[in-house]
């Protein structure tokens, strides 16, 4: 089955305490991306990345890492959380082979920061 | 920068009736596309339908068809014979359509809150 996971799928932290939300899609995707979704913003991109080795920022990057060395995966590192980056994490994939190159998204990562 | 307003924050309809969700956006850009994602409960973003901007066709998808006004840069979602499972957060998205070796980013609305009442 065609699908992008994420583990975990709930996390409560308390700041400070780094920590790695994983993703990783099995459609042989270059394209990965996450999200961050909060009450009355939408969803905002943080990161993408177009291939294996090649990321980039997105609208809000600011106390978020990630890495890509290996195609089907793209973790996101909290390396020192705080309280305002408590938000529900979306990893999303897609190919790119032209046309309107739909975005498959994984089942969303809850994280509390206390 | 593209932008993407959703002015209702909730809605609400009676179970069989029909609704409509508005969403506007704002770009430079003559080749993009835009999506309504539907998120219910579980969390998961499911997409709902599709318009790509160069089509002057509406999208349909079952009981699911968007009114698109590409001057007017308005993208509505019609719901028909609105059923209880459609009761969910609907999030309309834009996304420019140039491809290979730029970012995919979907911009999204804030969202609709859509209320089914039996």
């Known amino acids: 089955e065609a699908q992008v996971t994420q583990n975990p799928r709930y996390l409560i932290t308390v700041t400070g305490k780094k920590l790695t939300v994983t993703c990783s899609q099995n459609m042989n995707h270059e394209y990965m991306s996450w999200y961050r979704q909060d009450p009355g913003l939408g969803l905002r991109q943080i990161y993408y990345s177009m291939n294996v080795e090649v990321t980039d920022k997105g609208d809000v990057p600011e106390g978020y890492k990630v890495s890509r060395k290996e195609k089907r995966n793209f973790p996101l590192i909290l390396e020192s959380p705080s309280p305002n980056q408590t938000s529900l994490y979306f990893c999303?994939?897609?190919?790119?082979?032209?046309?309107?190159?739909?975005?498959?998204f994984g089942p969303g990562t809850r994280l509390t920061v206390l | 920068a593209q932008t993407v307003t959703q002015s209702q924050p909730e809605m609400s309809v009676q179970e069989a009736e029909t609704v409509t969700l508005s969403c506007t956006y704002d770009?430079?850009?003559?080749?993009?596309?835009l999506f309504w994602y539907k998120q219910p409960p579980s969390r998961q973003m499911i997409l709902v339908i599709r318009?790509?901007?160069?089509?002057?066709q509406n999208a349909t998808e079952n009981r699911f068809s968007v009114n698109f006004q590409k001057a007017a840069k308005s993208f509505s979602l019609k719901i028909s014979d609105s059923q209880l499972g459609d009761a969910a957060m609907y999030f309309c998205a834009y996304r420019f359509g140039r491809s290979g070796g730029s970012n995919y980013k979907l911009t999204f609305g804030k969202g609709t809150l859509l209320t089914v009442n039996p």
């Open positions: 999303a994939s897609s190919n790119q082979q032209g046309g309107w190159l739909e975005q498959f």
């Open positions: 318009q790509e901007a160069y089509k002057q």
């Open positions: 770009t430079s850009e003559s080749d993009y596309y």
